[in-house]
Nanobody, 124 residues
Framework: QLQLVESGGGLVQPGGSLRLSCAASGFTLEDYSIGWFRQAPGKEREGVSCISYTGARTKYADSVKGRFTISRDSAKNTVLLQMNNLKPEDTAVYYC?????????????????WGKGTLVTVSS
């Protein structure tokens, strides 16, 4: 059964860094386009970053450009989200999502497979 599990969330001070991991079981992540999404309390889920299944294309929300980096660790069958210079407004539950052999627009409605999320809290 296809499963996605996020990890790496936690409490960090403004300006700090975290690295989130999206681990897969039951399938090879390299065959999937992967997106990171987040949802803050009282807000809609929004896209953060995506990587195409070929790995050739990445995309970032304007709010995280220059601070977040998405990448694949094929040996560990994971996708990473390196988050630097974190801000209080980055506080949210972060989810990874997947779709096989897909290079289209990376919106939440396009992704059929989701993890349960990991909480990131940025606060002093």
């Amino acid at each position: 059964q296809l499963q996605l599990v996020e990890s790496g969330g936690g409490l960090v001070q403004p300006g700090g860094s975290l690295r989130l991991s999206c681990a897969a079981s039951g399938f090879t992540l390299e065959d999937y386009s992967i997106g990171w999404f987040r949802q803050a309390p009282g807000k809609e889920r929004e896209g953060v970053s995506c990587i195409s299944y070929t790995g050739a294309r990445t995309k970032y929300a304007d709010s995280v450009k220059g601070r977040f980096t998405i990448s694949r660790d094929s040996a560990k069958n994971t996708v990473l989200l390196q988050m630097n210079n974190l801000k209080p407004e980055d506080t949210a539950v972060y989810y990874c999502a997947a779709r096989a052999y897909y290079n289209g627009a990376c919106g939440p409605d396009a992704m059929p497979h989701w993890g349960k999320g990991t909480l990131v809290t940025v606060s002093s």
